[in-house]
């Protein structure tokens, strides 16, 4: 069991410019959800998607940020463009969600950590 | 909205004491309340998944109890150790996902 992958592990780039976070799930999760983790909020739930498909996106902070997963295996969150506000480290989860079962817990990846000068 | 807060923020002891981490929550319509430890550096491990119709749940040295009426959930620790020093969150998954507390940092020292 490989675990939740996320890459890059760090980031540092300027403000303005865009910026990718990519994950990968662990085979077989039908969900999957991405977090943001700072001093001052702790941890926020950002996007949550079922079967690829996004189900709520209301933590998304604002237009300059986006997250899309095209298969089962892989989903990105862009931030475009970037400011120093967003700096945190952002977390992927996945889990098997099957309606009914409220059992499987949340595996998380190691997070990227994300500073914008 | 749901909010989670746990007490204390911080918490240093010595090896091989027993301790608890207190959790509490404002909405108690919840599907699950799970306990997570992290690591510096490192993303959440999951400790203990307590349902909703569940009273406790217990691993090894952890147990973790649940008081849906009370909004209230404890993190039990027996017999501490060095390597159970990091930062313990708890959790309640509801209709929106998963809210966090802020979490407890803990130290243990030899």
């Known amino acids: 069991d490989a675990g939740v992958i996320q890459s890059p592990r760090h980031e540092v780039t300027e403000m303005g410019q865009e910026v990718t976070l990519r994950c990968k799930p662990i085979s077989g999760h039908n969900s999957l959800f991405w977090y943001r983790q700072t001093m001052m909020r702790g941890l926020e739930l950002l996007i949550y998607f079922n079967n690829n498909v996004p189900i709520d996106d209301s933590g998304m902070p604002e237009d300059r940020f986006s997250a899309k997963m095209p298969n089962a295996s892989f989903s990105t969150l862009k931030i475009q463009p970037s400011e120093p506000r967003d700096s945190a480290v952002y977390f992927c989860?996945?889990?098997?969600?099957?309606?009914?079962?409220?059992?499987?817990?949340?595996?998380f990846g190691d997070g990227t950590r994300l500073s914008i000068l | 909205k749901q909010e989670v807060t746990q007490i204390p923020a911080a918490l240093s002891v010595p090896e091989g004491e027993n301790l608890v981490l207190n959790c509490s929550f404002t909405?108690?319509?919840?599907?699950?309340l799970q306990w997570f430890r992290q690591d510096p550096g490192k993303g959440l491990t999951s400790l203990l998944l307590?349902?909703?119709?569940?009273r406790e749940q217990t691993s090894g040295r952890l147990n973790a109890s649940l008081d849906k009426s009370s909004g209230r959930s404890t993190l039990y620790i027996a017999a501490s150790q060095p390597g159970d020093s990091a930062t313990y969150l708890c959790?309640?998954?509801?209709?929106?996902?998963?809210?966090f507390g802020t979490g407890t940092r803990l130290q243990v020292f030899p």
């Open positions: 989860a996945s889990t098997q969600t099957t309606p009914g079962d409220s059992n499987q817990p949340q595996h």
């Open positions: 959790a309640t998954l509801g209709p929106v996902g998963l809210i």
């Open positions: 909405d108690s319509a919840i599907y699950n």
């Open positions: 307590i349902q909703s119709s569940q």
